[in-house]
């Protein structure tokens, strides 16, 4: 579309179906009624400013509720027909410099209030004593099913709820406003695609076994909230060792090799380590022997060396804090801490963690 071409004079597009996609580069696309006016002759315009609600929407701009009345009384002084005041529901600040606009009762110019599509926005404007009122909404469907999880139709029904209820009370101006993404980028506006992909490595028995529920918890909550690509959970006991286990019984029948894990198992995979670090130094620092093969393979140290190595998004969540004291049995938790990023598993740690683990490289 060649963009030199007067706006009145680009393509118009049929009237929006609610149920197709409505934006197109360089056409109208709000309704053509919007602009059968250009072909009439108009013989009577009404000013309607709205400098104390969009305006004070500006980012930086904060008015006061002394200022507002003051930039009413200029706007009343100059005698525009139509001052919208705000919208009262917002702010106490709001509500009570609308109420002293209504009190001045302006010769030349009428308040109106600025209302969500919401019944007890309607009765505070009229409770305000606004003599009109616009109401809003959102009329973008990617918005309203995404955002809202609302449909079409719901938002009609609940919009004419709304203006019917507002002349019901007593306003004779009703205005609808609907908006849309105008100041967001319409990548920003399409839905999001789940591109997380999270690998859980859980401690259990011994002194997790205090822990149990909390861990359960944790598990349960991050199977149910449906946000990752893609969400792996293994299970071992103190240190990882040659296996992890698939679920907390730690039956070697049910594992799978670690060195598999990191062989199959890309390396963008954000990977959290559930466990209290507490264990003889020896589980974790000596070789460790194979019953199977009876040989002696990597200690437990050793391979979370290799899995730090391989995956660099990984922190550790501890459902103990940092041990004040150097002791025997707090050589291990010291040692991890100081290895790994770890954070205690509370509310506060887990925002930290997940903070750190999404830090980009």
Known sequence: MDQNIPFSQWPEVPDYDMGEPFYQEGVKWTTR????????????????????????????????????????DALAEMKMP???????????????????????NYPHSKIYGFARAVIGDVDLCKDVGCQ??????????????????????????????????AKEVGFKDVVFMGWDWFRTPIEFTRPRKNALKLMLLMDSGGSMDYYRELCSLLFQSVSKAGRFKDLKVYYFHNAPGK???????????????????MNNIPSD????IVGDAAMNPYELREKQYDWHTRQYGPSGLEWLTLLKKHFPYLVWMNPEPLPAYYDFWSQTHR???????????????????MKRLMVRR
């Not at 108009?42 to 904060?62: A, C, N, Y």
């Not at 040692?335 to 963690?353: I, N, R, V, Y």
């Open 82 to 104: 139509r001052i919208e005041a705000g919208m009262p529901v917002v702010s106490k600040a709001v509500e009570n410099a609308m109420r002293r606009m209504v009190a001045r």
């Open 269 to 272: 995979y954000k990977v959290i």
């Open 132 to 165: 009109g009122i616009i109401i809003e909404y959102c009329v973008n469907p990617v918005i309203i099913k995404h955002a809202y999880q609302k449909t079409p139709q719901w938002v009609v029904e609940n919009l004419i709820r709304c203006i019917n209820h």
């Open 33 to 72: 009624h919007n602009f059968e006016l250009e072909k009439k002759h108009i013989d009577h315009v009404v000013l309607h400013d709205v400098t104390l609600r969009d305006g004070d929407q500006t980012p930086g701009s904060v008015f006061l509720e002394d200022e507002r009345l003051r930039i009413a």
């Open 335 to 353: 040692q991890l801490a100081e290895m790994f990023p770890m954070f205690q598993l509370t509310a506060e740690g887990l925002e930290a963690g």
């Open 243 to 261: 296996r992890l286990y698939l679920d907390p019984t730690l039956d070697w029948r049910n594992s799978v090799l670690t060195e598999w894990v």
